[in-house]
């Protein structure tokens, strides 16, 4: 059974800081790694892929890949109260890609 | 279109009733999904295209679910007989390459 892993959470953060989301898949396949953020009542949207292994900045955004470990990271800098969310983690496997539970971020104004 | 465009948004039905929920993707994406989230609850993928063929349909829960794309483009999910337990948001994707999907805002199905 292939598995992404993440902590349900909630994270809190103190607005300002730096939250860090994490996840494990159990894939050693994968190639493609994915992060969606999910506003409640809303759908997931795409927030940042990478592909390498080592970091990947985008903005405030930052993903971390290590495929030793099988493991990926989200960093958000400067962590507003928007960023309060639902993150999910996504790996693929073959044509389709697998989904962690995802980890509900609150940041504290 | 310029984005995953589901219809109907809302839909409240009787048990028992049939209802089709409707997915147009990204003009030119290949590959569409259909996936279900019930509240609270992560995605629990339901079903796979890649042009009007349907590699994976192991999601599905039931054999009240089918799912068709015609055209390569708009997928119709048909669930029949809905029960109380098939309310949830039903989320159609669509993607180029079988990896980077967008998604569409939802359907939202409530059986009451």
């Known amino acids: 059974q292939k598995e992404v892993e993440q902590n349900s959470g909630p994270l809190s953060v103190p607005e300002g800081a730096i939250a860090s989301l994490n996840c494990t898949y159990s894939?050693?396949?994968?190639?493609?790694f994915f992060w969606y953020r999910q506003y409640s009542g809303k759908s997931p949207e795409l927030i940042m892929f990478i592909y390498s292994n080592g970091d990947k900045e985008d903005g405030r955004f930052t993903a971390q890949l290590n495929k030793a470990s099988q493991y990926v990271s989200l960093l958000i800098r400067d962590s507003q109260p928007s960023d309060s969310a639902t993150y999910l983690c996504?790996?693929?496997?073959?044509?389709?890609?697998?989904w962690g539970a995802g980890t509900k971020l609150i940041i504290k104004p | 279109g310029a984005g995953v465009s589901q219809s109907p948004s809302n839909k409240v039905t009787e048990k028992g009733k049939d209802v089709e929920l409707r997915c147009d993707p990204i003009?030119?994406?290949?590959?569409l999904y259909w996936y279900r989230q019930s509240l609270g609850q992560g995605l629990e993928f339901l079903i796979y295209?890649?042009?009007?063929?349907?590699?994976?349909k192991s999601g599905l829960p039931s054999d009240r679910f089918s799912a068709e794309r015609t055209g390569g483009s708009v997928s119709t999910l048909t669930i029949q007989r809905t029960q109380q337990e098939d309310s949830a948001v039903y989320l159609c994707?669509?993607?180029?390459?079988?990896?980077?999907?967008?998604f569409g805002e939802g359907s939202w199905l409530t059986v009451v």
């Open positions: 894939d050693r396949g994968s190639q493609s």
């Open positions: 295209f890649q042009g009007n063929s349907a590699p994976d």
């Open positions: 994707a669509s993607s180029l390459a079988p990896n980077t999907i967008y």
């Open positions: 003009s030119g994406h290949t590959a």
């Open positions: 996504a790996a693929d496997s073959n044509y389709q890609l697998i």
